[in-house]
């Protein structure tokens, strides 16, 4: 894995909000799946790690935001954790894939991906955390990667495309999604790789 991407490790995230400003609205959800390369040389997803998440506060919730991903944040069943108590346990989580990959950093994948990675990078400022395993700033986007491979770019058309199966009244918990993105990319970079894209004496 980590002669495949320049020593970072691809962690796909993603991420429920209570609106599109990283600044001020509250991260209700935050999922991570890891991938690793398995014996026959494909890429594939690994272990999943998600956390439902205490709105900060003051935090701002759009109640159109809170329609759309049908989240109650105040809900006691959602055993939600303090924003940065979540934070470390999944850097924690992270930061030891990086070094069973051999790897130096971690790399986010997510659908759209500039989204997942200010709600992070915000949430990661504001509770004043230290060594976040992630680039700050560079990123692989399976939306601009299935536009490429399949010419779509939603998820659940990209995943269709790719004869992955998804369930649309799963959709929009950041775990669903980010295993479904997860799948996604590595059905593209795997795709890839046969076509000649990557070659697989390189992985050993």
């Known amino acids: 894995m980590a002669e495949r991407f320049r020593g970072f490790l691809p962690v796909v995230v993603d991420v429920e909000t ?29 272990d999943t790690i998600d956390f439902a998440i ?30 940065d108590e979540a934070l470390k346990q999944l850097f924690k989580r992270i930061r030891k ?13 997510g659908h759209n991906a500039m989204f997942d990675l200010n709600f992070l990078n915000a949430a990661v400022i504001r509770n004043n955390l230290k060594r976040n395993p992630f680039h700050p700033f560079s990123s692989f986007d399976t939306a601009t990667l299935a536009g490429l491979a399949f010419g779509q770019t939603v998820l659940a058309k990209a995943c269709e495309a790719a004869d992955i199966s998804f369930d649309s009244q799963e959709a929009h918990s950041a775990a669903y999604d980010a295993n479904k993105t997860a799948e996604l990319f590595c059905s593209i970079v795997n795709r890839w790789q046969a076509l000649g894209g990557w070659p697989v004496n390189a992985l050993k």
Do not use: H, Y
């Not at 609106?19 to 390369?37: Q, S």
């Open 18 to 46: 209570g609106g599109f400003n990283a600044a001020t609205d509250a991260l209700l959800e935050i999922a991570a799946v890891t991938l690793t390369i398995d014996a026959t040389g494909q890429m594939v997803p690994e």
């Open 54 to 83: 205490k709105p900060f506060a003051d935090a701002n919730i759009e109640p159109a935001a809170i329609e759309f991903t049908g989240i109650d944040p105040f809900c006691p069943e959602r055993q939600a954790s303090d924003e």
């Open 97 to 109: 894939a990086i070094k069973s990959g051999g790897c130096n950093r971690a790399i986010l994948v």
